[in-house]
């Protein structure tokens, strides 16, 4: 009985660890893909643009796996907090890629830093505070 209990004990932690550890993914994948588009929309050098979309494209990939993980998850937190996130983050991509990069590669800077410090300031909010609703300070920064 004792081998159950403890045995029931560590799979309940370790489910804990996993979405925490999941949700701190996700937290770090949209800091990343949030500040090098910051970095993009400042930017005037091509090669830098170029270099700063491909760490976005690899932080959205990040960010989308481990929203994924955590709404395939069994014992998921917050069903309608994780949906809200998946869809927030949709519009701030949709945006992203339709507007905010299309500008700057077309050397509308002002533009982009209009959009990025607006809509998608108030998206990043949502995003954040979910993040943080679900997690709290549980991620070690």
Not at 99 to 121: F, H, L, R, S, W
């Amino acid at each position: 009985m004792k081998k159950l209990l403890i045995s029931g004990m560590i799979a309940f932690f370790a489910t804990q660890w996993v979405q925490a550890a999941t949700i701190c993914d996700a937290r770090i994948a949209l800091a990343e893909a949030r500040l090098n588009l910051m970095m993009m929309v400042v930017s005037t050098d091509k090669a830098e643009q170029d270099d700063l979309k491909v760490e976005i494209d690899k932080a959205s990939i990040d960010l989308e796996k481990a929203i994924a993980a955590m709404l395939k998850d069994e014992n998921k937190i917050d069903d309608a907090q994780l949906t809200t996130l998946e869809e927030t983050w949709a519009a701030f991509k949709n945006t992203r890629e339709t507007e905010i990069v299309p500008a700057v590669y077309a050397g509308d800077n002002d533009k982009a830093v209009g959009i990025a410090t607006g809509v998608q300031a108030g998206r990043m909010k949502v995003m954040n505070g979910i993040i943080q609703a679900l997690n709290g300070d549980n991620c070690g920064y």
